[in-house]
């Protein structure tokens, strides 16, 4: 059993990610770290912890660092909103 710690902005590619490591049998996913990327820190939180429910997954998500310690964020949420990226929920 190989134990995965995942750091994510949990954009559509990392959240697809994410889904293939909780349904592989080999792995454990000790847990999700959140950041923002593509999408700012609360949507990247919302988004990891929607994609551990719709996995049946109990395994905890941390919200992490809001900016990048060394630069600007500079967020892809324009293209996030155009390609479906961003997860919503009612």
Do not use: H
Not at 50 to 77: Q, S
């Amino acid at each position: 059993m190989r134990n995965f710690l995942i750091d994510t902005d949990t954009a559509s590619d990392d959240a697809v990610a994410i889904i293939m490591a909780l349904a592989e049998p080999s792995v454990r996913v000790l847990g999700l770290t959140t950041v923002a990327g593509n999408v700012g820190l609360e949507q990247a939180t919302r988004n990891a912890l929607f994609t551990a429910e719709i996995c049946n997954a109990d395994v905890p998500v941390f919200a992490g660092e809001e900016k990048p310690l060394n630069r600007a964020l500079d967020t892809e949420i324009e293209v996030a909103f155009l390609t479906a990226i961003v997860i919503e929920r009612e």
